[in-house]
Nanobody
Framework: QVQLVESGGGLVQAGGSLRLSCVAS????????MGWFRQAPGKEREFVGV????????GYADSVKGRFTISRDNAKNTVYLQMNSLKPEDTAVYYC???????????WGQGTQVTVSS
C-alpha cells in the first residue's frame, strides 16, 4: 500500500516562499511520475505541475510557471514543490499524487494547507 505524506505548508506573506515535501512509502517511488495539485475553497482541484520518474522533465500550469519548481530525490522517496513569489491566489490545500499515466493518478496524500496573506 502506497502512502503519500505532504508537509511544509503554512502561512506566508505575499512575495514569500515555501517548500512543500511529499514523502512516499514503498520501493517503487522512483519508477513513477509524481504530480502536485491544489484546491482552493469553493473551487475544483487543479493541476499544479508534474515531474517524471527521473526528475529530468517537468511540466507546470501556466498560473505557476516561472514561480514554482518541482524536484525529487529518489533516494529519499521524496518529491518537492518549491514555491516562490507567492500570491494570495495561491492559497489552497496542496496535494501530491502518483501518476499512472499522463492524466491519471492513483494515490494521493492528505494535503497540506498553504495560506498566502496580502
Amino acid at each position: 500500500q502506497v502512502q503519500l505524506v505532504e508537509s511544509g505548508g503554512g502561512l506566508v506573506q505575499a512575495g514569500g516562499s515555501l517548500r512543500l515535501s511529499c514523502v512516499a512509502s514503498g520501493r517503487t517511488f522512483s519508477t513513477y511520475a509524481m504530480g502536485w495539485f491544489r484546491q482552493a475553497p469553493g473551487k475544483e482541484r487543479e493541476f499544479v505541475g508534474v515531474i517524471n520518474w527521473s526528475g529530468g522533465n517537468t511540466g507546470y500550469a501556466d498560473s505557476v510557471k516561472g514561480r514554482f519548481t518541482i524536484s525529487r530525490d529518489n533516494a529519499k522517496n521524496t518529491v518537492y514543490l518549491q514555491m516562490n513569489s507567492l500570491k494570495p491566489e495561491d492559497t489552497a490545500v496542496y496535494y501530491c499524487a502518483r501518476a499512472i499515466s499522463s492524466t491519471q493518478y492513483d494515490h494521493w496524500g492528505q494535503g497540506t494547507q498553504v495560506t498566502v496573506s496580502s
